[in-house]
């Protein structure tokens, strides 16, 4: 049933374990030609072989993994090889460069497997690859919970089964798994999984870690009960399972009448105390009720035994009122008489005393590292974790180069265009399908979506540079860009924002009024707490022109109007300004102020309004720290533990209204909701002082941060007293933070510039465009024609993106470069 598939030589266990231990010898990697190589292989062996080009330097790393797995490998009885490819010598696996990327397993001279070398990224990759693919009747990998019942079903009554969870295939873990099935396999059915979705359907509620259940399928017999499960605590090492693959197959309970100071058992000499449950002969069957139920509770935990009380045949005597014995493995130690009253104060008592000693292997093997998996890149590291939440797709539809053009026209579309090896198209696709949730039922524009992993040639044809990029198709008009917070609630300001025109046509004061008031558009205001409302005379039709374009540009993220009537003295003479004028309705704040307009340039307007959606005092997190360190003013930061104590905000705002902080920044940060600030907080203080704490810090001159006293209160006194003496040079900074430059860690990674050098010697800045798009519309021949512009425009197509949204701060964002970090 479950015979080995292979016919090499099966170690025993202790060799395994001798060599964990004892790893003095040294076993290079043997170099052979190819001839070299076939005659050494043997009937029924196994051989792992890797052809290469002598000397080749592609191959560095894989050959230092490939010759730490020589040892383990040969500890298997399978040979390992570099096969040198030589002009002289024809091989088939010497042929093209595509072959010189795998590693080949053969056994005999029949080849079983070709392994990619990406596969094997170092020896526990490559020991657990090759094992997995020699044991392929030992270990069955299932994806389901109905195949994994299937299996069970099959073994009722006749085998045990060791059931595993990896996160990947080639982990330490998986190699761990894989050399237990190689001493065990013949023994009991091991079966595999990386689905994390299966471990979650066995009932397992910490799902980050593997897990190695024990599924006592041998002692039913009737097809419908289901297998115990006996789940190993400890990290899955080579030890660990063996240890625990041992105490599986002790017995349950033993009976003894002896002393248990000189009782031994397979639990004690692999480091388990044993729990003694005493007994008389009046209660023998209650008590060995009771000794099964702890038995089966503290399996592979500890060894169970029923001591029977006869005091004729103990050489010590055991107290009258204990009813537990238990003896720790350590060796001197004296047994403990106890008394415990149920079961749960028997195993709650041995967990809290077990403190099982690990056994250190190979340092070379280091199973259970905390950071194996963890990315040097932060988002990397979300999608991996995240890799087997099962996302709802079917909520978005899925484009193709036949389907999309006609897809687009048919109804108001968003797209996103991923690349799927991509870590942050990946992160984003899941916000992605968050919106796609929340818009289920109550939208009409249809979500979908493009791989341009698969689908390059439309992706360059939407002018698609980079990823993940979001576009809106609406008929009769050119796609709209989304250049917002990779976000869900972001997306969904944007989609909501977008489906009123930009700016909309005002055509009354009434309606002027409405708008301002908010009425008009009241759905929108939870996405949008501005109403911009450009007023002009008839007559500035350039103005009109450029304000229009401000606003097709802020579509989606800001709503804006525009009243060009003849009537708009009315509204200028309300609001005490001259036209040309911006009226901006703040709805939280319930207030109108209007704002002239000296220059109507597109790019001052859109700053302009950009500037005024700024908070007057923010509360600043990781999401908005950008937009308000592009003012280049120095920050005053009130740090708080919670939300803002009211009197203190009461304070800055009134200071605020009085233009005193007019040269500053002022905000706050709430700890809670950005823990980061506590990082900054310990950069700027040691020890840390209590909250709250203000604190000026000047980027733009030295870096210098300002601490307000501790021991003075916050009032609009103290704090413009404050402010004076460092206008005067009489306070004393606490820290000057260092001037390290925000360069690339190499010169190959600083792309900034080579964007610069791929555009222009001399870059020139340029008034902000709205980014003309190739209309979904156009014919074939439209688009072949455009094609050769698309592929010389890639990043110069980037370069407008970043432009024409920040560009009012683009020479800010290159001397931040050179900025201390906040």
Request: net charge negative; aromatic share 10%.
């Amino acid at each position: 049933m479950m015979s080995s598939s292979f016919n090499i030589f099966r170690v025993g266990f202790s060799f395994v374990m001798m060599h964990i231990f004892n790893n003095s010898t040294v076993v290079t990697l043997p170099e052979l030609s190819p001839q070299k190589y076939f005659s050494t292989l043997q009937p029924g062996k196994a051989s792992l072989a890797y052809f290469c080009q002598a000397d080749s330097p592609s191959t560095s790393v894989f050959l230092e993994e490939l010759n730490e797995a020589v040892k383990p490998l040969q500890d298997y009885g399978i040979s390992v090889a570099k096969v040198n490819c030589v002009k002289e010598e024809i091989s088939r696996y010497c042929g093209k460069e595509k072959d010189l990327m795998k590693a080949y397993l053969f056994r005999g001279n029949i080849l079983l497997r070709e392994f990619p070398t990406d596969t094997l990224f170092d020896v526990n990759a490559i020991v657990a690859h090759v094992l997995f693919a020699l044991l392929f009747n030992e270990v069955k990998y299932v994806t389901t919970l109905e195949d994994l019942q299937n299996i069970e079903n099959v073994l009722k009554g006749k085998a045990n089964i060791a059931f595993a969870y990896v996160r990947a295939i080639g982990t330490p873990e998986h190699r761990a798994v894989m050399e237990a099935a190689f001493v065990y396999g013949t023994t009991y059915q091991f079966v595999l999984t990386t689905e994390m979705a299966l471990l979650e359907s066995i009932g397992s509620e910490d799902i980050q870690h593997a897990h190695l259940y024990f599924f006592h399928c041998k002692p039913v017999l009737d097809f419908i009960q289901q297998c115990g499960r006996t789940l190993m605590e400890q990290p899955l090492t080579t030890l660990n399972i063996h240890r625990f693959i041992k105490t599986m197959e002790a017995p349950l309970l033993t009976e003894v009448a002896e002393d248990p100071q000189q009782v031994s058992t397979t639990h004690l000499q692999l480091g388990l105390p044993l729990v003694f449950i005493v007994s008389q002969q009046v209660t023998y069957e209650a008590d060995r009720r009771t000794a099964e139920w702890v038995a089966w509770r503290l399996l592979g935990k500890a060894g169970v035994l029923l001591l029977l009380r006869k005091r004729d045949s103990l050489e010590v005597n055991i107290p009258q009122h204990a009813n537990v014995v238990f003896k720790r493995a350590e060796e001197g130690v004296p047994v403990e008489y106890l008394v415990l009253d149920n079961i749960d104060l028997i195993v709650s008592h041995v967990e809290n005393n077990v403190h099982t000693e690990e056994i250190q292997e190979d340092e070379d093997y280091d199973i259970e590292d905390p950071d194996m998996d963890t990315q040097d890149d932060e988002v990397a590291e979300t999608v991996y974790r995240d890799r087997k939440r099962q996302l709802a797709l079917e909520l978005t539809v899925e484009l193709t180069e036949e389907t999309f053009n006609t897809t687009v026209m048919a109804s108001d579309s968003i797209v996103l265009f991923y690349a799927g090896w991509e870590a942050v198209s990946m992160a984003f696709l899941q916000s992605y399908i968050d919106v796609a949730i929340k818009l289920k039922g109550t939208s009409t524009m249809l979500l979908s979506r493009v791989n341009c992993g698969d689908w390059s040639d439309l992706c360059t044809k939407q002018n698609v540079t980079e990823f993940p990029f979001v576009k809106m198709y609406k008929k009769g008009e050119n796609p709209v860009s989304y250049a917002g917070m990779l976000g869900t609630e972001d997306l969904l300001k944007f989609i909501h924002l977008n489906r009123i025109s930009c700016p909309v046509n005002i055509t009354s004061v009434q309606e002027a009024e409405e708008y301002l008031s908010g009425k008009l558009f009241e759905d929108l205001l939870s996405y949008s707490s501005v109403s911009v409302l450009g007023i002009f005379s008839p007559t500035m039709t350039t103005a009109i022109e450029d304000f229009i374009e401000a606003g097709n540009y802020l579509k989606g993220y800001v709503i804006t109007g525009v009243y060009p009537e003849e009537d708009v003295l009315i509204l200028s003479n309300k609001y005490a300004t001259t036209v040309p004028a911006l009226l901006l309705a703040r709805h939280k704040e319930g207030r109108i102020e209007s704002i002239p307009l000296a220059s109507t340039h597109v790019q001052e307007i859109v700053q302009i309004i950009t500037n005024a959606l700024l908070e007057t005092f923010p509360e600043i997190t990781v999401e908005n720290l950008p937009n308000y360190l592009r003012l280049q003013k120095p920050l005053l930061i009130l740090f708080s533990d919670g939300s803002i104590n009211h009197k203190y905000e009461e304070v800055i705002l009134t200071l605020i209204k009085q233009k005193h902080l007019d040269s500053l920044t002022p905000c706050w940060l709430n700890l809670k909701n950005t823990p980061v600030g506590r990082g900054i907080l310990r950069a700027y203080f040691d020890p840390l002082p209590p909250l709250p704490l203000l604190v000026l810090v000047n980027l733009r001159s030295g870096g210098q941060v300002f601490a307000f006293p501790s021991d003075q209160s916050i009032t609009e006194q103290n704090l413009l007293l404050w402010l004076k003496k460092l206008e005067a040079g009489l306070e004393s900074h606490i820290r000057i933070l260092p001037a390290e430059e925000w360069k690339p860690p190499l010169p190959a990674y600083d792309f900034l510039s080579m964007m610069d050098d791929a555009t222009s010697p001399h870059p020139t800045r340029k008034a902000p465009e709205c980014m003309k798009e190739t209309d979904v519309q156009e014919n074939d021949k439209e688009q072949h024609e455009d094609k050769s512009t698309a592929r010389k425009e890639p990043v110069e197509t980037l370069r407008i993106k970043h432009w024409s949204r920040s560009n009012w701060f683009k020479e800010a964002e290159k001397s931040f470069r050179h900025d201390k970090e906040l």
